[in-house]
């Protein structure tokens, strides 16, 4: 193709693909499958690739972000960016109303819009253009997260319609939704790590992260509120904020024009309760007058604008009775005590339990058996306990004797230094420590084998697995004596555990459980180690020169392989085959079928389909449904259609078989 084509198929390409996302992440749209969008985008970094010279900083394919670390660079908001003055009663809308009818001798309008609960952001946009993104930081000056936030895919990086000034800022919240945030956690649980606290603070924590091709993973969203620049197009707020929507923007819907103080407490009381039906947190309704002019007539305090106000919803508390008190012990030992309550409801649910994380928790809040608590719904999924009302404390209470033994094995528990909860260190003998790792072990992300939680409980309790090492030296046998089990379904856990040997070493490391070291950890260690011999010989010291892997990561991977059990059930791994280092190839995977696109029809002696389209996206190659101009090869097994081998003969393309495909990728 020449250079003027290759520009224009990429300006097409590009502007296509901005169209898409707008239509996905800010109407919730989708006009074309994920295949059509991910066909698009390879097309696109193809092209690119090919021409370096015609690279754009703003081009849909910067959104995957990028491995490199970065430093952010502090800089000076164009405008200050303030925070709102906070009420929480409706006695003081009344003094902001006051004051505005002193100074404002004309009729104004308020607009009530929901008050996010995530981390601000200020935009910065020249000739439609993303050129900057701020943290809010003192108010003063922001970090400059601009990298982390080109990932978020509602943030347009470059705007559409027509009408935008020239150069202006827009504010608004970063926040992950709910449905995102608790698959976040999903993932935390899966590898034992503690769960992140709120969205709120999720997002934040986010926005600073180094590499932003972490950032792209994270289901961040964000909400413009704030429109600020020279050369506005309109004069009022709302007027501006319903023109930044054409421009591409996720301006929020939930916005209310009102009249008079009436219709804002109406709306309050409205999202008061309505609140608990959105997909993501608010924390209150933010008042602000509408008219710009008048906004400039109220000026501001050095903190705060005084055109605006902030009515902020109370946490729901409920107060009930704290019947007993469990202690729970995860796959790592670690102990949880839960508080069981008398039912009661908060903020829409039915709450019975309250997580009471640990000791010291307890001892802080002075709780006690048959005290009644108030309970708190904040951010975190689980309602937490948040005091006492002593006066209502039964004259005989006592404090809380925590457990010494295991409620589990009765192993006395210990409690290592600097951390919060107490272990139980019994881990080859405490029944849920077992079966926990195991069922860690076996999980969709670890090593795939397809068994239920009440199997392995089988296996355990029968005494057919003590530890995940052991799987590998079940025999048919073995299962067919459990109950439930049948010919086929042995023959499939058998067949499951036998795929799981093919498993990367990286997902194997995850697998094993070792503590804090989860996906993203143990791929970053297996890279660099290569190996589990080498894992084994490192020392903390060389761990945490690794990057991204601190003090506390490296001596829990140096402790696990200090335990002659853990030693002895890698030996097991090892003689069954398990990947216990880096394919030797593994490096050069991806170059092997790197942008060459295969078709595959029909059946095959050696692989499933699936298993063969897995090794060509294994090896960097892509697979499609249909054949094209653009299809490399055809894969073809038995029984393959007679309009797909016309079709390739058609377009010249080679057909290749099982046995060539496995040569090509030797
Ligand atoms: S307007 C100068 N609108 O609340 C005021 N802020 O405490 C500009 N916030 O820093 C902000 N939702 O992070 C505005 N609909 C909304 C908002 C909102 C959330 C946050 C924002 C701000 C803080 C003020």
Redesign the pocket.
Known sequence: MSKDKDKSRLEQLRNLLHHYNYQYYVLAQSEISDFEYDQLLRELIDLETKNPDLFDPNSPSQRVGSDLNQEFEQEVHSYP????D?TYSKEELADFETRNKKILPEEYEFIC????????ISLKYENGQLVRALT?GDGEKGDNVTANVKTIKSIPLKLTGSGFPPDFEI???IFIPHDGFEKMNEEKRAAGEPEYANPRNTAAGSLKIQNSSIVASRPLDC?L??IMGKELPANSHYENMKLAKTWGFKV?NNIKKCSNLDEVIEFIDYWENERHNLPYD???I?I?INNLKQQQQLG?TTK??RW?T?FKFKAEQAKTKLLSIDYQVGRTGAITPVANLEPVLLAGTTVKRASLHNYDQINLLDVRVNDFVYVEKGGEIIPKIVGVDKDLRPSDSKAVEYIKDCPECNTELIKIEGEAKHYCPNETGCPPQIKGRIEHFISRKAMNIGAAEATVELLVDKGLINDFGDLYFLTKEDILSLERFAEKSATNLIGSIEKSKEVPFSRVLYAMGIRYVGETVAKTVTSELKSIENIKGTSIEELTEIHEIGERIASSIVEYFKSDINIKIINKLKISGVQLEIDEEEGNIENKLNGQTFVISGTFEKHSRDELKELISKFGGKNTGSISAKTNYLLAGENIGPSKLEKVKKLNIPIISEDDFLRMIK
């Not at 960016?81 to 709102?84: G, K, R």
């Not at 819009?113 to 601000?120: N, Q, V």
Request: charged share 25%.
């Open positions: 960016m303030l925070s709102l906070n819009e929901l008050k996010y609960d995530g981390a601000s809010r504010r608004g919240e909400f509120y704030y929020p608010i924390d209150g933010v602000k501001m705060s604008p605006a902030a």
